[in-house]
C-alpha cells in the first residue's frame, strides 16, 4: 500500500470517529428537557454564545500554533477537548458545568483547523485533491451514521437524549487515542518547511529561501528566531498573492459573509425545531432532528460531488450563481422561521443546507485555483477565521441579550434576510461587470 494512501485512510479514521456524536442534533432537547430543564433563552442567548465568542478568541492563535507545533499534537488536543466536553454534557448537573463545557468545546473546534492541514504535510502535493476529497467524506460519513445511529436508538425508546451523550464521549476518547498513533510530521508549511533546492550542497541542508534573503541552515535546526523570520515571510508573500487577487476577493468575500450566517444557522435549528413542536402540541410525539442531519448532509454532499462535474465560465456567470443560490437561501430561512409544522420545517432546513454545500463548493474550488497548493491550509484558515467574527458579530447583534436579544423565528427571519441582501449584491455585481464588458466589448469594435 502507499504512504499516501496509508496516512490518508489514518487520518480517514480519527476524522470518522471524531464526528460520530450521535447526541448532537438532540442537543438542545436534552438542556431543555425535563432533566436539566434549562430554558430556551439561557441555551439561546448565554450557552451558546458563549462558545462562538471563545472559540473566535482561540481560532486566530490556534491557526499559526498548528504549523507551529507540526499539526499531531493539536489533534490530539482536539479528540482530549471533544472528550471532555462531551462528559461534562453527560455528567454535568448545573448550568455553569455547562458553560464551562462550551469553553473546552471552543477549543475542540477551534483545534479543527490541524485535521484539514496535517494531510498536506504528510504527502505529496500530486495527491492533494485526492486526499482532500477522503477526509471529507470521511467527517460526512462519521456525520451522517452517527446520526442515523441517534435516531434509531432515540425511536427505538433503547437511549434517551441524555444517554447518547455517553456514547459522544466514547467515540471521542477512541479519536484522541487514535490521535496519538498518527505518525508524526517532520516539517509544516511556515515554520519548519522544508524546501530542498537541486544546488543544496549536501543532503542535510535544506534552503529557505525569500526573493531577496536566502537563509542556508540544517533542515529542522534552524534558529527559533530565523523560523518565525522565515515562517513571517513566507506567511506574508502566501496572503499578499492570494488576497492581492481581485477574483479571490471576490470568492472569499462571499464565503466569509454567507459562511458566518450559514454556522448560526445550523447551531440554532434545534431551538426552531422546539418551538414549532411546543406551538403545535407534539413535543412528546417522535422527532427526526437525527434523520434530518443525516439526510441533509448526504444530499449536500451528492450537490457538491455533482457540482464538481460542472464546466462552466464562473468568472462570467458567478455572480448570478452566487445571486440566484442567495436569494433561494434567503427564502428557505423566512420559510423555516415561520413554518408551523415540523415536516415543513425539516424540508426548508434541508433545503437551505443543500443549497449551501452548492455555493460553497464553487466558491472553495474558485479559491484553490487562483492561490498556490502550500497556502490552502492558510487561506481557507483565514477566510474561515473572518467568517467566524462575522459569526460573532451576527451573535452580538442578533442573538445575546446584550444585543437585541432576539427570539429564534425571529433570529431566522433576519438570517433569511442577510442572504436575500447578499443575493442583491451579487445581482448587482453581475449587472455591473456584464455593462463593463459590452462597453469594453464596443470600444474595441470602434477601434
Known amino acids: 500500500m502507499e504512504l499516501w494512501i496509508k496516512t490518508s485512510m489514518l487520518l480517514c479514521l480519527f476524522g470518522f470517529l471524531k464526528e460520530f456524536r450521535p447526541s448532537e442534533p438532540y442537543l438542545v432537547s436534552y438542556l431543555t428537557g425535563p432533566e436539566l430543564n434549562f430554558t430556551d433563552d439561557q441555551v439561546n442567548q448565554q450557552l451558546f454564545p458563549t462558545g462562538t465568542y471563545t472559540y473566535i478568541s482561540l481560532l486566530g492563535v490556534v491557526l499559526l500554533i498548528t504549523d507551529f507545533l507540526r499539526y499531531k499534537p493539536l489533534l490530539v488536543v482536539e479528540g482530549i477537548a471533544g472528550t471532555v466536553t462531551w462528559s461534562v454534557f453527560a455528567w454535568g448537573t448545573q448550568f455553569s458545568h455547562f458553560m464551562a463545557g462550551e469553553l473546552v468545546w471552543a477549543v475542540f473546534a477551534a483545534t479543527e483547523v490541524a485535521y484539514y492541514t496535517y494531510i498536506y504535510a504528510r504527502v505529496d502535493r500530486d495527491h492533494y485533491q485526492r486526499v482532500t476529497s477522503h477526509t471529507r467524506a470521511a467527517l460526512l460519513l462519521g456525520h451522517s451514521l452517527s446520526a442515523l445511529a441517534g435516531q434509531g436508538l432515540l425511536a427505538a425508546g433503547v437511549m434517551d437524549s441524555h444517554t447518547l451523550t455517553y456514547i459522544t464521549a466514547g467515540a471521542l476518547a477512541l479519536s484522541t487515542v487514535w490521535a496519538l498513533l498518527l505518525p508524526k510530521v517532520s516539517h509544516s508549511m511556515y515554520f519548519h518547511r522544508s524546501a530542498k533546492e537541486p544546488s543544496q550542497t549536501s543532503a542535510d541542508t535544506a534552503v529557505v529561501k525569500d526573493a531577496a534573503d536566502p537563509v542556508v541552515a540544517p533542515v529542522g535546526r534552524l534558529a527559533c528566531g530565523h523560523k518565525f523570520s522565515a515562517a513571517y515571510r513566507l506567511l506574508k508573500k502566501d496572503l499578499k498573492e492570494a488576497y492581492g487577487n481581485a477574483y479571490v476577493v471576490k470568492w472569499s468575500a462571499w464565503w466569509v459573509m454567507s459562511g458566518g450566517c450559514y454556522v448560526l444557522a445550523y447551531t440554532y435549528n434545534q431551538i426552531v425545531y422546539e418551538t414549532i ?151 448587482a455585481l ?18
Open 430 to 447: 453581475f449587472v455591473y461587470s456584464s455593462f463593463c464588458k459590452g462597453k469594453e466589448a464596443e470600444k474595441s469594435q470602434v477601434i
Open 277 to 427: 413542536l411546543k406551538e403545535s402540541g407534539e413535543l412528546e410525539s417522535a422527532k427526526y432532528n437525527g434523520a434530518v442531519e443525516a439526510i441533509s448532509s448526504l444530499l449536500g454532499a451528492a450537490v457538491a460531488f455533482g457540482c464538481g462535474w460542472l464546466l462552466l465560465d464562473w468568472p462570467r456567470i458567478g455572480n448570478l450563481y452566487l445571486s440566484v443560490g442567495c436569494l433561494f437561501e434567503g427564502a428557505m430561512m423566512c420559510c423555516f422561521a415561520i413554518s408551523r409544522n415540523i415536516w415543513l420545517g425539516y424540508c426548508t432546513y434541508t433545503l437551505f443546507v443543500i443549497g449551501y454545500q452548492a455555493l460553497i463548493t464553487i466558491a472553495s474550488t474558485e479559491v484553490a485555483k487562483k492561490i498556490s497548493e502550500d497556502s490552502y491550509g492558510l487561506i481557507f484558515g483565514v477566510n474561515t477565521l473572518l467568517a467566524t467574527l462575522v459569526q460573532t458579530a451576527i451573535t452580538v447583534v442578533v442573538v445575546s441579550d446584550s444585543g437585541l436579544g432576539l427570539q429564534p423565528r425571529q433570529q431566522y427571519m433576519v438570517y433569511g434576510g442577510y442572504f436575500i441582501f447578499l443575493g442583491v449584491l451579487c445581482a
